[in-house]
């Protein structure tokens, strides 16, 4: 694990994210908010099944989510206070400039709920394709041009080495 002196203190960890103790973890969720797979499965499978009802009932009041913005829900068992699920683009047929959204958005809504910690996943970098280095990128990016106010931590959390040791190259 290292940290990095920041604007927030930017944490890179390997490892399961329903594991981090964090006020929001991010999802890696689709415009369905149907988490029947990767990052998304996990969380649910850990979190409990309120998390996919309270999703569902999101998806039916607003609609879906589209690329790039997020949707909150609770974060059911974990120890987390809520879940902020980032729809990430589909690599090679949605722009990064969609990944970068996805990231910035996440950070603003836990500015807006005023969390002091966040815990992201590599968005957008499993089912959705993107290659690590990109992801890195554009989170690094992100980061570097963010000033909060509230958020004192923020994780990425990588869950295989190959992908740790892209982030921590990039980081
Ligand atoms: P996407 O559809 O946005 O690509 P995925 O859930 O398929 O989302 O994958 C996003 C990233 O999350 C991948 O790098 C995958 O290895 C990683 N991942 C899968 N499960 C976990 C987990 N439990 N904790 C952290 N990262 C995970």
């Known amino acids: 694990m290292k940290t990095y002196p920041f604007k927030a203190n930017i944490i890179l960890q390997k490892g399961d994210i329903t594991d981090v103790s964090a006020d929001a973890i991010v999802n890696a969720a689709n415009s369905y ?18 998390i996919q ?8 009041l607003h609609g879906p ?17 809520y879940i902020i ?24 809504k836990a500015e807006e ?5 966040i815990a992201f996943p590599a968005i957008s970098t499993g089912i959705y394709g993107y290659p690590y280095e990109i992801c890195a990128r554009i989170m ?13 931590e923020i994780y990425v ?13 990039e980081f």
Do not use: C, M
Request: hydrophobic share 35%; charged share 30%.
């Open 65 to 81: 989510v589209k690329t790039g913005e997020v949707a909150v829900t609770t974060a059911g068992k974990l120890k987390a206070k």
């Open 33 to 50: 908010l149907s988490h029947g797979g990767g990052v998304a499965y996990a969380i649910v499978r850990k979190g409990g099944y309120q």
């Open 85 to 108: 699920h980032a729809v990430g683009p589909i690599f090679g047929i949605e722009g990064e400039e969609k990944l970068e959204l996805a990231i910035r958005k996440s950070l603003e």
């Open 53 to 60: 009802k309270e999703s569902d009932e999101y998806i039916r």
């Open 157 to 169: 959390v990588l869950y295989d080495e190959k992908a740790y040791r892209i982030f921590e190259e």
């Open 113 to 117: 709920l005023k969390l002091s910690s």
């Open 140 to 152: 690094s990016d992100v980061f570097l041009n963010f000033s909060p106010n509230y958020l004192k």
